[in-house]
């Protein structure tokens, strides 16, 4: 079955140890999102890929990082994580046309920050 | 002003009642409007998106869009338990915004 894959669903990271999180996609979607979402909020995209072209959200702090090595790959990366930094992270894809911008989550990575 | 607003609940429906959950947004642009589902502690699964002005019925979920007044809603028909999660509605805006969702609650 096509599908979004996220690996790990559980990390445990210390205070300003850095840490990379996964995303595979076999959809073979243009678009692939990340999104940090905080208890009983909403989703926060954080930045997306549109094939190779790179778009961040001006909010998103410089602490954390992307990269997309190819179409089925994204990577997080959290440079050197805080407390606050404690979230579920999504990852999600889209085919990517303008009319079409229906999106397909990950199972998520929780991140704990000690 | 949130740019998609939900009312966070907890609304709390019977089994077999029709559960009625609303959004609004504030751009008017906006073309392209969605409802996920979230159960605790996973991820969103979409259930129903929705382009143009009136109703889409897909199953027991109907979506309603009302791009004047700006305000999408979801229908659940014959609610189930099953169906207790929260309901995230999300509008695209070249980049997709979510609202924070609505709790819903179906008791047996």
């Known amino acids: 079955d096509a599908m979004v894959i996220q690996n790990p669903r559980y990390q445990v990271t210390q205070f300003g140890k850095p840490v990379t999180l996964s995303c595979s996609q076999t959809?073979?979607?243009?678009?692939m999102y990340w999104y940090q979402q905080k208890s009983s909020q909403a989703p926060k995209l954080l930045f997306h890929?549109?094939?190779?072209?790179?778009?961040n959200e001006a909010d998103t702090p410089d602490n954390f990082q992307s990269r997309r090595p190819n179409t089925s790959f994204c990577f997080l990366d959290i440079r050197s994580p805080g407390l606050g930094d404690a979230a579920m992270y999504l990852c999600?894809?889209?085919?990517?046309?303008?009319?079409?911008?229906?999106?397909?989550f990950g199972p998520g990575t929780r991140l704990t920050v000690t | 002003q949130k740019e998609v607003e939900q009312n966070s609940g907890p609304l709390s429906v019977p089994e077999g009642a029709i559960a009625s959950l609303n959004c609004t947004y504030s751009?008017?642009?906006?073309?392209?409007f969605f409802w996920y589902r979230q159960y605790s502690g996973k991820s969103p699964e979409l259930i129903m998106s929705?382009?143009?002005?009136g109703d889409k019925e897909d199953g027991r979920f109907t979506a309603q869009l009302n791009k004047a007044s700006q305000y999408v809603s979801l229908l659940i028909r014959d609610s189930q338990p099953s169906d207790s999660a929260t309901y995230l509605c999300?509008?695209?805006?070249?980049?997709?915004?979510f609202g924070a969702g609505t709790r819903l609650t179906v008791k047996p």
């Open positions: 959809l073979n979607h243009n678009v």
């Open positions: 890929y549109y094939d190779k072209d790179f778009n």
């Open positions: 999300a509008v695209d805006n070249n980049d997709m915004r």
């Open positions: 999600a894809t889209s085919r990517g046309s303008r009319e079409r911008y229906e999106q397909y």
């Open positions: 751009d008017r642009v906006s073309q392209s």
């Open positions: 929705i382009y143009s002005n």
